[in-house]
């Protein structure tokens, strides 16, 4: 079932998802509820990325397929580093080494 065909987007949901977690997380910390902060990202990061989003991604990730295939792929692949950066960066005031040392690999 192709997705795209009946209006489904996942990468604009998943952007969208993380974004509202930003903001949800940004104020659970101004309120100091730490608690909720993390909450709401192991929701998203270990819900929405890995359970979802993963699952829907790999199925797309053939770099052997049609220029069209590939080019979503490509797009794919590219919100999916895009995404994992960001809920990283969302972990670090809770994990601050895993982040720092990612960041220490990518260099």
Same mark, same amino acid.
């Given at each position: ?13 998943? !952007?969208?998802?993380?974004? @509202?977690? #930003? ?12 608690? &909720? *902060? ?21 199925? !797309?990730?053939?770099?052997? @397929?049609? #220029? ?12 999916? &580093? *895009? ?25």
């Amino acid at each position: 079932m192709d997705y795209h065909e009946h209006g489904f987007d996942e990468e604009h949901s998943i !952007r969208a998802s993380l974004a @509202s977690t #930003e903001w949800k997380v940004n104020c659970s910390l101004e309120e100091y509820r730490f608690d &909720i *902060a993390a909450h709401q990202i192991l929701q998203v990061f270990l819900g929405d990325f890995c359970d979802w989003y993963l699952e829907v991604v790999k199925l !797309r990730l053939n770099f052997e @397929s049609s #220029e069209e295939e590939r080019e979503r792929a490509k797009s794919s692949l590219l919100t999916l &580093i *895009a995404i994992f950066e960001r809920s990283l960066r969302l972990l670090s005031p809770f994990m601050p080494f895993i982040y720092g040392r990612n960041l220490a690999c990518a260099v």
